[in-house]
C-alpha cells in the first residue's frame, strides 16, 4: 500500500537561464501550490552581516516593480489564497496555495519578484521592515522564557566562522545595521532563477502551466556564478559549559553535540534515537526523568541536521529545588545504559511504525506535500524520494542505533544551562 | 518581453463542493456525525462531550484538566507505560483537550489501525486506573506547569484580559487553574468528575475518514456502551459591561509590551455573526486588515497585529492582541483606538469586495484534511448549528450588505466598555498612557486587582 501512496508522479523541466521547474499534479481538490526554494540560508551570510537571509523572507512581501507594497499579501488573500515563507540555514522558501483558477496570479507575483525587486526597493521599506524583524526578534526570543537558548548552542557549538553558528534571524546588532547597499548585494547574489527550484502542485494541465511558467520566468536573466559556503566539519575538542539567566521559573538544561548531516548514514538512526530517549512516556529518558525518578518536569530530544552539519540535543527542564546536575547525572547514566545493553526489538519497531504512520499523515495537505518535493530536490536531487526516505528508517538496526549513539553522544558536547535571574530565586 | 503591468485573471470557473456531513444514530443509540474521505487511508476520530473546565467544582479550577490528565495513566490491563506503547506501536496520534466548554477525546490513526485504536480509547474511557501515586505526580506536573507560565507574557496578558472582561463568571478562570485552586483537588475529586461528567454521560462521536456509515457504526456500536444522562447546563451569570478602562501587568526589563483591547460581545449565533465576521476582517482579521498595516507595516512597532470575535458556548467577546516594543506601548494603544473608531466612520466598498473575495474564496480550504474535517464538525456541536451549515456558509457571507458590515461596526464595536490592558515593565509604560488616561489600574499575574495608579 505504501510504495503506491508515497510515489510520487512528477515532471522535472530546467528553463534556459537555469530556473528548476517540478510539477506535480493532483486533481482531487481544485486548488493549487506554489513554492519556491532558493538556494539560499543564514549560512550564506557572514559573521557581522547576519539575518539576511531571513531579512528578505520580509522584502520579499514588499512589493516589486510591478506590485506595489502591501500587493502581494493583499492579492493572494482576495484570491483566497494563503502565503508565506521561511528561512533555514541551508534555504528560504516562499509559497502560495490558491484556487486552481489562480495559478497565472501566483506565477506572475513570483516571478515579479524573482526578477524585478530592486527597482522597488527602497531605504523606507528597509527602515519599516528592519523595526519588524526587531520586533520578531524580541516577541520570539528575547521577550520568551528560554528564548535566547538556541543561538546560545549554536554560538557555542560552532567556532564564530562557522556558517551555523549564528541565529537564522540574525544578531540584533547585525540587524539594526543593515544597509540598503548591503542588501541589494545580496540580492543579485542570490535571487536568480538559476539558485531557485520553482515546484507547482495540484490541479492544473502540464502543457498549460509550463508554457505559464516560461512566460513569467523565462525572460528573467541567470546570474554568473553564486558563491559557495565554506563550512569546514567541526569537533568540539572539550566540552563547554555555559551558564544564562533569563526570566523563568524552573531551571532548564540543554545538551548539543556535533552529529551527522542530513541524509548522512546515522541522520535516521539519530532520529529513531530520540524517539526512543524521549518520544512517548514509556522512552528511557521519559521514563526515569519524569515518571520513575520525578526530577524533571518534562524532557526532549532531536537530531537537527543540514547540508553542513547537524547536531543533537537533549533538553530537560528541572522540578524546583531539583538541581540540573541531578538532571545531568541521569541523562548520562541513561545514555551509558543505552550503549551497553542495546535497545529491543519493540522499541525500534514502534519509532519505525510511528515516522510510517506520520509520513502518511503528512501527505493531506498539498502546501506540505510540495514543500517535501523541493527538500528532496535540494538535498537528494530527487523529488520523489518520499519511499527512499521512508526506507532509510526501514533499514536503521537496533547496531546502527547503539553505534551512532557511540560515535556522537560521547564527545565533548555543549552544555547550557538556563536558570531564574538571582533576586527571583530566593 | 510580456507585459507585467497587468494582475493576471483568473482562468475558467471552478466549483467546489463542501463535503456533506451526515448524522444518524446507530442501533446501540450513538450519535455519529460523520463525513467520508477517500484520499488516503486515514482516519480522524473525536469523542466529544459538553463537560469542559465549567465544571470544575468552586476552589478546584484545573480539575477538568487534571482528569484529563490522568485518565490515560493506565485503564484496563494496561499501566500509563503500555498504553501509550500500544497507540505508538499503531502510529496512532492520540491526545484529549480540555477547554471551558469540552472535554474531547480525538485519534489521528490509519485505517488498517483504527480499530485497535478505537479499541484502546474505550477502555481508556470505561475502566480508568486512577491510581494515587499517579495523581500526585500529575497534580504536581500541573502545578509547576502553572508556575512556568508566570513568564509566558503572552499568556499572562490573556489571562488577566480575560478575568477582567468575565469578572467571576467560569468563563474567567484558565482551564489549567491556579496553584491554590489545583492544590485543593484530591483523587476523589478526580473520579467524581470522572463518573458525573464522562463515564456515563452521552458523547457525541465524530468521524472524517475512508470508511463507510456502516464500518463507523458497527464500530462504535461494537466499542462503546450507550449512555444517555445528559450533561447538566450550568447557568452563566454573566459580568455587568464595564466601562473603559486601562490596566497594567508589571514585567520588570520586558523587551515588549504585550496589549489586549476588548470587550464582551453576543453569542455565535448572533444574527450578526457573518456582518462581524466580514467587518473583522476589514478591521484586524487579516495580514491586510488595518490594524496590522498599521501597526506593522506603516509604524513598524510589531510582528503582528490581530483582532477577533470569540465565541464559548455561553458568551462572546472581541478581543485585538499584539506584542510592541516596550517603547511604542502607549502609540500603539492610541493607534488601535484610532483604528477602533475610524471604522465606524467609514468602510469603503473595496473593503468590503476584499472581505468577501478572501472569506469566501478561501472557505474551501478548510476543508483539505481529514483533522480539519473533524474539528469543523465538532464546531458545528459546539454552536448548536445546523448540519449544513456549512453548505450555506458561502451564501451567507455573500448576501450581507454593505450596511450590515458598516452597522456592525457602530453597533457592535464599543469605544466607552474597553477594556486595556498591558503586559510589561510599567517604569517603561506609565508616562507613555500620560496623555491618554488619569488612572491605570495594576492588576497581578492573574488579572487581580492590586492597586490603582494615578497618573
Known amino acids: 500500500m505504501n510504495e503506491e501512496l508515497l510515489k510520487i508522479n512528477y515532471e522535472k523541466h530546467k528553463l534556459a537561464n537555469g530556473l528548476e521547474v517540478i510539477l506535480y499534479q493532483d486533481k482531487s ?23 539576511f537571509a531571513h531579512l528578505f523572507e520580509h522584502m520579499m512581501f514588499q512589493g516589486s516593480k510591478n506590485i506595489p507594497k502591501g500587493e502581494h499579501f493583499r492579492l493572494i488573500q482576495e484570491a483566497g489564497g494563503s502565503l508565506n515563507g521561511s528561512t533555514s540555514f541551508d534555504r528560504t522558501n516562499y509559497y502560495e496555495t490558491l484556487p486552481s483558477n489562480y495559478l497565472e496570479l501566483a506565477l506572475w507575483l513570483e516571478s515579479d519578484r524573482m526578477g524585478f525587486l530592486l527597482p522597488a526597493l ?12 526587531m520586533n520578531e526578534r524580541r516577541q520570539r526570543y528575547e521577550n520568551q522564557p528560554y528564548g535566547l537558548a538556541w543561538e546560545i548552542l549554536l554560538s557555542n557549538l560552532f567556532s564564530s566562522n562557522h556558517p551555523y553558528s549564528w541565529p537564522t534571524i540574525g544578531w540584533m546588532e547585525d540587524i539594526k545595521n543593515f544597509q540598503l547597499d548591503d542588501v541589494i548585494n545580496f540580492f543579485k547574489t542570490y535571487y536568480n532563477p538559476n539558485n531557485a527550484t520553482l515546484v507547482i502542485g495540484g490541479n492544473f494541465d502540464f502543457d498549460n502551466a509550463i508554457k505559464l511558467v516560461e512566460k513569467y520566468f523565462g ?10 559556503v565554506n563550512a569546514p566539519d567541526e569537533k568540539l575538542d572539550d566540552s563547554k559549559k555555559v551558564i544564562h539567566e533569563d526570566n523563568v521559573q524552573l531551571p532548564r538544561i540543554y545538551f548539543a553535540w556535533h552529529s551527522d548531516k542530513i541524509f548522512g548514514y546515522y541522520d535516521a538512526s539519530l532520529d529513531i534515537l530520540s524517539d526512543i530517549l524521549t518520544s512517548a512516556k514509556n522512552s528511557r529518558l521519559t521514563k526515569s526523568l519524569v515518571y520513575d525518578k520525578q526530577i524533571a518536569q518534562d524532557v526532549s530530544s532531536f537530531q537537527y541536521s543540514g547540508k553542513y552539519a547537524g547536531m543533537f540535543l537533549i533538553i530537560s527542564t528541572a522540578k524546583p529545588q531539583i538541581s540540573l546536575d541531578e538532571i545531568k547525572k541521569e541523562i548520562f547514566e541513561q545514555i551509558d545504559l543505552l550503549i551497553k545493553n542495546g535497545i529491543s526489538d519493540e522499541e525500534l519497531i514502534r519509532s519505525k511504525n510511528s515516522i510510517k504512520s506520520h509520513y502518511i499523515y503528512s501527505l493531506q495537505k498539498l502546501d506540505v506535500i510540495v514543500d517535501h518535493i523541493n527538500h528532496y530536490n535540494f538535498y537528494l536531487n530527487e523529488p520523489d524520494s ?3 526516505d521512508l526506507n532509510r528508517y526501514e533499514k536503521v538496526t537496533k547496531e546502527d542505533v547503539i553505534n551512532a549513539t557511540k560515535k556522537f553522544l560521547q564527545n565533548p558536547y555543549v552544555e547550557l544551562h538556563i536558570i531564574p535571574k538571582k533576586e527571583l530565586i530566593k | 518581453m510580456i507585459d507585467r503591468t497587468k494582475v493576471p485573471l483568473p482562468s475558467e470557473n471552478i466549483s467546489f463542493e463542501i463535503p456533506k456531513i451526515n448524522y444518524f444514530t446507530s442501533s446501540k443509540g450513538h450519535e455519529i456525525f460523520y463525513t467520508r474521505k477517500e484520499k488516503l487511508p486515514i482516519v480522524s476520530f473525536s469523542i466529544v462531550l459538553f463537560s469542559g473546565s465549567k465544571f470544575d467544582n468552586e476552589n478546584q479550577n484545573g480539575l477538568a484538566l487534571l482528569t484529563s490528565f490522568m485518565i490515560d495513566e493506565g485503564a484496563g490491563k494496561y499501566d500509563a507505560f503500555q498504553l501509550s506503547n500500544e497507540f505508538e506501536k499503531l502510529g496512532t496520534i492520540f491526545s484529549i483537550t480540555v477547554n471551558h466548554d469540552t472535554f474531547s477525546f480525538s485519534i489521528l490513526s490509519l485505517k488498517e489501525n483504527f480499530e485497535r485504536s478505537l479499541e484502546l480509547l474505550s477502555i481508556i474511557l470505561d475502566e480508568p486506573h486512577f491510581e494515587e501515586k499517579d495523581f500526585q505526580r500529575e497534580k504536581k506536573k500541573l502545578l509547576d506547569k502553572i508556575k512556568q507560565l508566570k513568564d509566558e507574557p503572552s499568556y499572562i496578558a490573556s489571562t488577566a484580559f480575560d478575568k477582567q472582561i468575565f469578572q467571576d463568571c467560569y468563563y474567567s478562570y484558565p482551564s489549567i487553574g491556579y496553584e491554590q485552586t489545583v492544590n485543593n483537588i484530591t ?14 454521560s452521552k458523547k457525541k462521536f465524530i468521524a472524517a475518514g475512508c470508511l463507510s456509515e456502516n464500518e463507523i457504526s458497527n464500530l462504535i456500536d461494537k466499542y462503546f456502551t450507550s449512555n444517555k444522562i445528559l450533561i447538566p447546563e450550568v447557568k452563566l451569570k454573566l459580568p455587568e459591561k464595564s466601562v473603559t478602562k486601562y490596566f497594567i501587568v508589571h514585567k520588570e526589563n520586558s523587551a515588549q509590551g504585550e496589549i489586549r483591547i476588548g470587550h464582551l460581545d453576543g453569542l455565535r449565533k448572533s444574527p450578526d455573526y457573518f456582518a462581524n465576521k466580514l467587518m473583522n476582517s476589514i478591521l484586524g482579521g487579516e495580514f491586510f486588515s488595518r490594524i496590522n498595516l498599521n501597526l506593522r507595516e506603516r509604524k513598524g512597532f510589531t510582528y503582528g497585529a490581530h483582532s477577533s470575535f470569540n465565541y464559548y458556548q455561553n458568551a462572546g467577546y472581541f478581543e485585538i492582541s499584539t506584542a510592541v516594543n516596550i517603547e511604542n506601548v502607549g502609540e500603539s494603544i492610541s493607534e488601535i483606538l484610532f483604528e477602533l473608531n475610524n471604522i465606524k466612520q467609514s468602510i469603503t466598498k473595496e473593503e468590503i469586495n476584499l472581505a468577501k473575495s478572501f472569506l469566501i474564496k478561501h472557505f474551501p480550504s478548510n476543508f483539505e484534511s481529514y483533522t480539519q474535517l473533524a474539528q469543523s464538525i465538532a464546531l458545528l456541536l459546539i454552536h448548536n448549528l445546523p448540519l449544513n451549515y456549512y453548505n450555506e456558509y458561502i451564501h451567507n457571507i455573500e448576501s450581507v450588505t454593505e450596511e450590515e458590515i458598516i452597522n456592525a461596526a457602530k453597533k457592535n464595536i464599543h469605544l466607552d466598555e474597553l477594556t486595556i490592558l498591558v503586559v510589561g515593565d510599567k517604569n517603561k509604560i506609565l508616562p507613555q498612557l500620560k496623555t491618554m488616561t488619569n488612572e491605570l489600574i495594576e492588576l497581578d499575574i492573574y488579572g487581580n486587582l492590586i492597586e490603582k495608579l494615578s497618573l
Open chain 1, 29 to 51: 481538490l481544485p486548488i493549487v501550490a506554489v513554492n519556491i526554494w532558493y538556494r539560499v540560508g543564514s549560512a550564506n551570510e557572514s559573521q557581522g552581516k547576519t539575518g
Open chain 1, 122 to 133: 527602497t531605504e523606507e521599506k528597509l527602515n519599516n521592515q528592519k523595526d519588524v524583524v
Open chain 1, 219 to 228: 525572460e528573467i536573466p541567470s546570474s554568473n556564478s553564486i558563491p559557495s
Open chain 1, 386 to 388: 518520499f519511499m527512499y
Open chain 2, 187 to 200: 483523587l476523589d475529586d478526580v473520579k467524581d468528575f470522572y463518573v458525573k461528567y464522562i463515564k456515563n
